[in-house]
């Protein structure tokens, strides 16, 4: 009698927000996926026509939905290999300085107090062309020309890499924190066992640290891959998706053929398609990085 008292007590705690994930992130998905099937009037409460897998071959056989997509694998890979490589550099020094790393902590963690809109519009004057702080400090040292000898954000073969500046400046220090926190579970034993036998730094690394590291890595690969590949804000606000859509991602393609293009059903079988690809995404990294008993096996 008890324990269904106990499990009635969690259910009705459970209850509000079990509505509100049904409601605010459940319904929007299922309208989502339905309306992918439709060509909707953008006019409120106009017609919707049902066309079937139409709106499904319109963006695959689209130029501007392949290229973007292409765009961002290129992105994430860019973003998340940056993030993870100093993230885990910052981790490992911050492990071996111990407590006296705490101050460093706590100012390496201020980049991710800031709104994502902000960083990408204080980059976007760090970055533009002719009044660009960082092209001003590469010539006074010499190693630019001019101030517009590299331009950062109108180059359509650099811009990839400069709009992916502030995320990796922004959300690296995430990447650290899990990582950090990861580190602290490693029993000091094995470390010290390893010196012991004369293990050497990098093998320490490669066959003792990253394999232990694994689930939290796994976590927070999934994570940044996912927050990265539906960047948006951070790049609308320095180019929005310019020059020549050389920055367009797949986010701020279905934002433009939803508002621009005013075409609801494509935008949405292209955010379906979208969010199939990183579930897709999430669940072979889940495997093959995680791969969850196999040390049991």
């Known amino acids: 009698m008890g324990r269904m008292k106990d499990r009635a007590f969690a259910l009705a ?37 049902f066309i079937g897998l139409d709106n499904y ?5 689209s130029s501007d939905f392949t290229h973007a997509a292409v765009r961002t694998i290129e992105y994430t890979a860019i973003v998340v ?12 020094l911050f492990s071996m300085l111990g407590q006296r790393s705490s101050v460093f902590r706590t100012f390496f963690l201020y ?24 092209n001003e400090l ?34 690296t220090s995430f990447m650290t924190l899990v ?7 490693i029993p000091a034993e094995l470390i010290e066992a ?15 640290i990253l394999p232990l590291l694994r689930p939290v890595i796994a976590v927070a690969l999934i994570v940044r891959g996912i927050d990265a590949a539906k960047a948006f804000d951070i790049i609308l606000i320095q180019t929005k998706g310019g020059p020549d859509n050389a920055s367009q991602t797949l986010s701020l393609l279905i934002y433009q053929t939803m508002v621009r293009f005013r075409e609801p059903g494509l935008a949405s079988a292209m955010a379906t398609m979208y969010l199939v690809a990183m579930l897709v995404v999430a669940v072979v990294a889940v495997w093959f990085i995680w791969r969850p008993g196999a040390e049991q096996r």
């Open 138 to 171: 590469l010539s006074r040292v010499g190693l630019g020309s001019s101030a517009d000898a590299i331009g950062w954000l109108s180059n359509p073969h650099i811009v990839l890499f400069s709009v992916a500046i502030p995320d990796i400046w922004l959300t």
């Open 111 to 134: 980049p991710l107090m800031i709104a994502p809109i902000v960083a990408g519009l204080l980059w976007r004057f760090l970055l533009i062309d002719n009044i660009g702080m960082v």
């Open 13 to 49: 705690m459970m209850a509000p927000a079990a509505l509100f994930l049904g409601a605010f992130v459940l319904w929007p998905l299922v309208k989502l996926v339905i309306d992918s099937f439709f060509d909707i009037s953008p006019i409120a409460g106009g017609p919707r026509t």
């Open 57 to 61: 071959r319109q963006a695959l056989h």
């Open 81 to 92: 290999t940056a993030e993870f490589l100093l993230g885990l550099a910052a981790a490992l």
């Open 179 to 185: 990582l950090f926190a990861g580190l602290q579970n």
């Open 194 to 208: 390893a010196r012991i036998d004369g293990a050497g730094s990098w093998r320490m690394l490669t066959r003792i």
